[in-house]
């Protein structure tokens, strides 16, 4: 695998953007804080989630380093506010290996899921509550011992949220959690997680996105999400969704049938 030499620097800036942007917001009025938590950090810190699925595939540093690709999860991670890179990492492997398999692909929602958000007002808080579901559901589905790296990744998102709290308060600790609960909940960009893990029509699982929004800001910030039937096929390809076609091509004459 040939990693991907950018994305290094991709996350670097967005980290210090949202370093940045605790800077600004802690001055700012509540209503306004959480105005731009939703529409601006809340592509930001998506965008971090998806880099750090990709980093989860070793495509930052490549095979050979794999110890730099889980510290660089772990410092993308930071602007999330909660710690889970290395939690991620472990359970997203068998997203991969048993995809859409039940009690093995924790992507897949529960049986209990299933049958409690079966209205559509049931269905929307679902889509709000999100990030709670993807978080805790491995933790239902297919739990496993809790490994070093996860410890040590707890310990430097407490830091990093401990020294944000001293130095300016509140609110931007505020603002980086209500980023990731926001964006990664009832937000445009998050529509890609209901057409990648569930099924519509039996026996296609996921699919890819190829359409217009790949060409706008906010998609190009999350370009690591946009193709991910390719990507679960291929799941050792860095940034996919920036070669949709290419990488469609190459699933395709290296996938058996």
């Not at 472990?90 to 924790?106: E, R």
């Amino acid at each position: 695998m040939r990693p991907d030499p950018s994305l290094k620097w991709m996350v670097l800036m967005l980290v210090l953007a949202q370093l940045l942007a605790c800077w600004l917001v802690r001055g700012l009025a509540w209503h306004w804080l959480l105005f731009w938590a939703y529409t601006l950090s809340g592509c930001v810190n998506h965008s971090l989630t998806l880099a750090i699925q990709d980093i989860s595939h070793n495509a930052a540093f490549g095979t050979a380093c794999a110890a730099r690709n889980r510290w660089l999860a772990v410092f993308a991670n930071l602007p999330v506010g909660v710690p889970y890179a290395a939690s991620f990492k472990k359970y997203h492997v068998d997203h991969h290996s048993y995809l859409g398999g039940d009690g093995l692909d924790v992507d897949v929602p529960t049986c209990l899921e299933g049958w409690f958000f079966c209205t559509p007002a049931r269905k929307l808080l679902w889509l709000v509550l999100q990030p709670f579901f993807y978080s805790l559901r491995p933790l239902c589905v297919h739990s496993r011992a809790v490994t070093r790296i996860e410890v040590l990744n707890a310990l430097v998102q407490l830091v990093a949220d401990v020294a944000i709290f001293a130095l300016w308060g509140l609110k931007p600790v505020v603002y980086l959690l209500a980023s990731s609960f926001l964006g990664l909940g009832l937000h445009p960009i998050s529509g890609h997680f209901v057409a990648e893990h569930y099924m519509f029509l039996k026996g296609h699982e996921t699919y890819s996105y190829y359409g217009p929004l790949n060409g706008s800001p906010s998609m190009w910030a999350t370009a690591w999400s946009t193709t991910t039937s390719p990507a679960s096929q291929a799941a050792n390809c860095p940034w996919c969704g920036r070669s949709p076609p290419s990488t469609t091509t190459t699933c395709r004459s290296t996938t058996p049938g």
